[in-house]
């Protein structure tokens, strides 16, 4: 502060001034102290308006500010601490009541998606086709747009050649999964299944078709008409006998034997 | 319905039914409420899963999906039980029961609350894949769940013996684990619950493969890589 003689004493404003200046090198001094002791925040906080200049003090001796010191944080009692205490019971909303409901409404589904809904006997839960849901498995039956119906057996389709075969075999229509073309197009083609009966007093082997035996002539023509051995099932002989003849394979074969 | 009401005070007055449980106060009626609850919803989630196939289905699911959880609870329940003995707890084998029986009740009610949802993609979608993993994601969340209650549970009935608390804390992890693993596996020896649409009714199919390469085979479907044999 600049000196002064009790002659020319200052005015008031200019007194003022002074003070002011005071402060405001007081305050630069007290900044520069606490920039030293910590970094400076992002944005400074809103001062309060300057003091009046009456509580305006001397300035503080430069150096670090003292700061309070931290208390630990309180942790929270929890479940299984001494001092827990349980939060007070909350009032019932009938939570019961709506349980049950919804017991009665679930079940009521269950039974409304199990009752048949066409004439086919399928119920709701049931009506969508499934073939997107098939697992690719042996002894599958598959039927396209056309008659056919096939089954597969090491990835290979073999066409059922007669519902004689289709029921021998021991199908029934409810394990008929109808697929694209397009699906069974992804397959190759087996063997066709034939069901080819022999009774052990007799050397002859027939095809059973459309409710008629067809004998075979020989093996070159049972070879040529892709039969396997494995597929012969023997019958009795009077079983055969009782089976209406239908044409021989080949058809020029003459006429059939009797088993 | 009175037997339901032990629903709402597990769902919103958990801390005073596990303190009713350390206190062993009606721990009989409390499990016997418990249990004819969480029968009567696994039951009729069992008849919804079931029901995609054949009604012999639908009614054979809905036995055996309590079955399923009841064996799990009743198989897993002595481990826990002497581990926790091991480790300083002083809860008796009843006590345990009752907790884990919670955590059931708690899945069976999850599980009720979605059985709405799973009938809308049982009559919109056909896809035998989808419905299986769909399924296994509801069982797996609302296990968790229950899970979680039998953790908060047992935190709190087994306040009394703080002697080896961290330890049990340990064991009760890796108990959840065994569960996990020991349902899986009941789960798939108990199958179908759902039933392939191309398979005949089975009660039980013949044992093979597992639960889990099962799932990664109908994930690997639903994706396109391949399709299950």
């Known amino acids: 502060m600049v000196a002064q003689s009790p002659v020319d004493k200052p005015s008031t404003a200019e007194q003022i001034l002074d003070l002011l200046l005071d402060a405001l090198a007081e305050r630069q001094q007290a ?19 300057s003091p009046p200049v009456e509580q305006i003090r001397p300035a503080a001796p430069p150096g670090p500010v003292p700061r309070p010191p931290v208390p630990p944080p309180r942790r929270e009692p929890e479940p299984g601490d001494e001092d827990w205490q349980p939060p ?18 679930v079940a009521g589904l269950v039974a409304l998606i199990n009752i048949p809904v066409n004439r086919y006997g399928v119920s709701l839960a049931r009506i969508l086709p499934d073939s997107a849901s098939l697992i690719i498995r042996d002894g599958l039956v598959l039927k396209g747009s056309g008659p056919e119906i096939y089954v597969l057996e090491d990835n290979k389709l073999r066409w059922i050649s007669s519902l004689e075969a289709f029921e021998y075999f021991g199908y029934t229509w409810d394990q008929v999964h109808i697929v694209d073309d397009k699906f069974l197009e992804g397959f190759e083609k087996g063997r066709p299944i034939y069901v080819l009966l022999k009774c052990p007093a007799s050397p002859h082997i027939y095809r059973l078709e459309n409710q008629q035996k067809r004998w075979i002539k020989d093996i070159d023509t049972f070879l040529a008409e892709g039969h396997v051995w494995e597929d012969v099932k023997f019958v009795t002989c009077d079983y055969l006998r009782s089976l209406p003849d239908g044409p021989p394979i080949p058809e020029d074969a003459g006429p059939p034997p009797q088993p | 319905m009175k037997d339901l009401a032990v629903i709402e ?8 039914f596990f303190i009713e449980i350390r206190d062993g106060v009606e721990l009989k009626e409390k499990m016997r409420a418990m249990l004819i609850s969480s029968i009567l919803f696994l039951a009729l989630y069992g008849g919804v899963l079931g029901a995609t196939h054949s009604l012999w289905q639908t009614l054979s699911s809905a036995v055996k999906l309590p079955i399923l959880f009841l064996l799990t609870l009743v198989i897993c329940t002595p481990t826990l ?5 091991l480790f300083g707890s002083n809860q008796s084998l009843t006590q345990n029961f009752a907790l884990i029986l919670t955590a059931i009740t708690v899945t069976a009610v999850l599980l009720l609350s979605f059985a709405p949802i799973v009938v809308f993609f049982l009559l919109t979608t056909a896809n035998y894949q989808f419905f299986k993993l769909l399924n296994v994601a509801i069982f797996a969340i609302c296990g968790a769940t229950g899970v979680t209650f039998l953790s908060q549970g047992m935190r709190l009935v087994s306040a009394a013996g703080k002697e080896g608390a961290s330890a049990r804390r340990w064991v009760l992890r890796l108990w959840i684990l065994i569960y996990a693993f020991v349902g899986s596996q009941m789960a798939w020896t108990l199958r179908p619950f759902i039933g392939a ?3 005949k009714f089975e009660l039980f199919r013949q044992l093979g493969g597992n639960f889990y390469t099962n799932i990664f085979a109908s994930i690997g479907e639903i994706l396109g890589f391949f399709v299950v044999r």
């Open chain 1, 88 to 105: 007070p019971r909350l009032p019932s909303i009938n939570l019961g009541k709506t349980l049950g409901r919804l017991l009665i409404l």
């Open chain 2, 197 to 199: 649409p191309s398979m």
């Open chain 1, 31 to 49: 900044r520069r102290a606490q920039a030293r002791v910590s970094p400076p925040p992002a944005a400074p906080p809103l001062r309060p308006a």
């Open chain 2, 81 to 85: 039980y002497f581990f926790n003995v």
């Open chain 2, 9 to 16: 005070t597990i769902l919103r007055n958990r801390h005073h």
